[in-house]
């Protein structure tokens, strides 16, 4: 199976649908009827304390969710109007269409031409010209093409943590992606680094929309289009980001975003 | 749980009431000036506007500190922000009363307008109330007090008929009613001032601006 033979989702306005969500690890409840709908082209900002469900609930958009433990699930997650949780969805097709980026770098112990070519050539790429393509569109699409073109057969640990990110981001670029899940992808990294990452997702918004969970109210303000803050499993406020961090309407929002929470 | 941010904020606002003090009490003495025409006494309101451009300035690097410092959020972003643009409206305040001021030696008090004495009268009252709706975060006020510039409108617009009455009787005192024409004007403006600062009031509690409606 190539990549371009995998089916994608068909976004309309609203990519991700999310309705009723419930989800529980063992007896605990760590989301509490979660409702939320994610328009295609933008970016998303999931923010709230440690514990508030945030990264649960991005792990439930590309089902990272399922090997978990006494994990149970409910309600509706739709992408492009198809539930991801139904009978018969393909989790290659899901993973290919929603890809991830983690907290810290992780790529993978080979160079860096054989971290971005790994899902593709998974996916049953061969053809080297057709490789070396997708190796060069998914740097230029990070912003490292120039840096690391010289480079592509150096080992991928070698790199700084923030080209390995931004490596980390090419990866998931490598198959395509039509949305991006972040979860904390600068939290490890200089402010140098986070502002190329930063100024990366508003490039590639045109293209993928991304959903990013942070814990920096700065970055959610600076790069997001929407906000969603949570607190203890529930999704208490979620609106346009400029609302969110200038007018917020609950004043649990309030009292987190000012810095007063507790 | 408060924090060095709401300190700060409570400092800056505690500045701000002052300078509005002081710039409302040069406006009161410029009225008092051009009531009794006295002349001596012109220059202590002039002198004054130093303390009101002081004031600014100081809370104005305050204000960017804040900003630089603690990045606000919410009610503390948009109290920053208040602050920020009522101190330039006290400051054009602070200024035109001591324009007011300055003109006093230049007349002879022989001419009176009795809408220019009203629109000093209620000048003061839209500066202190416009000053306390942003201090006391009073929206109830700060709406009362915007709906008091059509008054100051009309009386502007009364004075002037005034202003012509008089050209038209005598041309013996043409430069003294041009000199009353901008007093009247400055007043006009103060009452836009005070507007402007009723406007942020709002913002500053309800998050929305009038003008962004």
């Known amino acids: 199976m190539k990549v371009k033979e995998i ?33 295609k082209g933008e970016i998303t900002a999931f923010i709230g304390p440690s514990g508030c469900g945030k990264s649960t609930l991005l792990k439930c958009l590309n089902r990272m969710n399922d090997l978990v433990e006494n994990c149970k699930i409910e309600g509706k997650f739709e992408i492009g109007g ?54 060069e569109k998914s740097l230029k699409g990070a912003a490292m093409w120039n840096e690391l073109k010289d480079r592509l057969n150096k080992s991928a640990l070698a790199l700084s943590g923030g080209q390995q990110q931004r ?79 200038s007018n917020p309407q609950k004043e649990q929002t309030e009292r987190y975003i000012t810095g007063r929470f507790g | 749980m408060e924090n060095s941010l709401d300190n700060n904020l409570m400092r800056l606002k505690t500045e701000f009431a002052k300078m509005c003090r002081i710039a409302e009490s040069m406006l009161e003495e410029a009225n008092a000036l051009l009531i009794k025409a006295d002349k001596e006494k012109a220059l202590e309101v002039v002198k004054k506007d130093k303390l009101v451009d002081d004031a600014e300035m100081d809370i104005e690097h305050g204000c960017m500190r804040l900003l630089l410092r603690n990045q606000p959020f919410a ?6 922000s208040c602050l920020l643009k009522a101190i330039t409206d006290v400051e054009r305040i602070g200024d035109q009363s001591a324009d007011i001021a300055g003109i006093v030696p230049c007349l002879s008090g022989k001419i009176k307008i009795k809408s220019i004495i009203d629109m000093g009268k209620l000048a003061v009252e839209m500066v202190r109330s416009s000053c306390s709706s942003l201090i006391n975060e009073d929206i109830e006020l700060a709406e009362k007090t915007q709906v008091l510039d059509d008054d100051m409108d009309r009386l502007f617009d009364k004075a002037l008929g005034e202003i012509v009455d008089v050209i038209k009787e005598s041309s013996e005192h043409a430069r003294e009613v041009a000199e009353l024409l901008m007093i009247a004007k400055y007043y006009e403006r103060i009452g836009d001032h005070a507007v402007n600062i009723c406007e942020w009031a709002q913002f500053g509690n309800t998050g929305i601006h009038k003008k962004t409606q």
Not at chain 1, 26 to 38: R, V
Not at chain 1, 100 to 112: A, E, L, R
Not at chain 1, 170 to 186: G, H
């Open chain 1, 167 to 245: 490596l980390c981001i090419a990866r998931a670029l490598s198959v395509d992606p039509q949305i991006l899940l972040m979860d904390e992808p600068t939290s490890a990294l200089d402010p140098i680094s986070t502002g190329k990452i930063e100024e990366l997702c508003s490039s590639l918004k045109e293209n993928v929309t991304i959903v990013m969970v942070t814990h920096n109210m700065q970055q959610a303000a600076r790069v997001s289009d929407k906000t969603g803050f949570f607190l203890l499993g529930e999704l208490i406020e979620f609106d346009e980001t400029e609302n969110i961090f």
């Open chain 1, 82 to 135: 198809r539930d991801i949780y139904a009978q018969g969805m393909m989790l290659q097709m899901l993973r290919k269409n929603v890809g991830m980026v983690f907290q810290k770098p992780n790529p993978f112990p080979m160079s860096v031409y054989d971290n971005i070519t790994y899902a593709p050539r998974l996916y049953g790429i061969r053809d080297k010209s057709t490789l070396n393509e997708i190796v």
């Open chain 2, 75 to 80: 009610k503390d972003f948009r109290d920053i």
């Open chain 1, 7 to 39: 089916e994608k989702f068909n976004l309309e306005e609203t990519a991700i649908n999310i309705q009723n969500a419930n989800l529980y690890y063992g007896s605990f409840q760590a989301l509490k009827d979660i409702n939320m709908q994610i328009k």
